[in-house]
């Protein structure tokens, strides 16, 4: 059985940072996307950023230049993010995609003070 498990949210300055992790067990797939969305009060659930087993990244326009994904392993995507700002927070949430289902961990929340 797949799981997805996100951490390292929390409380943040306008201007700081934070690192998000999402581990990913349970999956024999050679093939496989992993990406961090993120929903805000009132707002649909939107992509900030993926990666792809062979090392594909995109990012959503509204974070392009701030965030940074990465792969530390095979199941173990680390989203760095830079000059956060109010709008950026929301519960962030990781998605492991094996070309077959769709596997989302819980979420953490991410909340910018100004």
């Known amino acids: 059985q797949v799981h997805v498990m996100e951490s390292g949210g929390g409380l943040v300055q306008a201007g700081g940072s934070l690192r998000l992790s999402c581990v990913v067990s349970?999956?024999?797939?050679?093939?496989?996307?992993i990406g961090w969305y993120r929903q805000a009060l009132g707002n649909e659930r939107e992509l900030v950023a993926s990666?792809?087993?062979?090392?594909?990244i995109d990012y959503g326009d509204s974070v392009k230049g701030r965030f940074s994904i990465s792969r530390d392993n095979a199941n173990r995507v680390v989203l760095q993010m830079d000059g956060l700002n109010s709008e950026d927070t929301a519960v962030y949430y990781c998605?492991?995609?094996?070309?077959?289902?769709?596997?989302w961990g819980q979420g953490t929340q991410v909340t910018v003070s100004s």
């Open positions: 349970g999956s024999t797939s050679l093939i496989s996307v």
């Open positions: 990666i792809t087993s062979s090392d594909i």
């Open positions: 998605k492991f995609y094996d070309f077959r289902q769709n596997y």
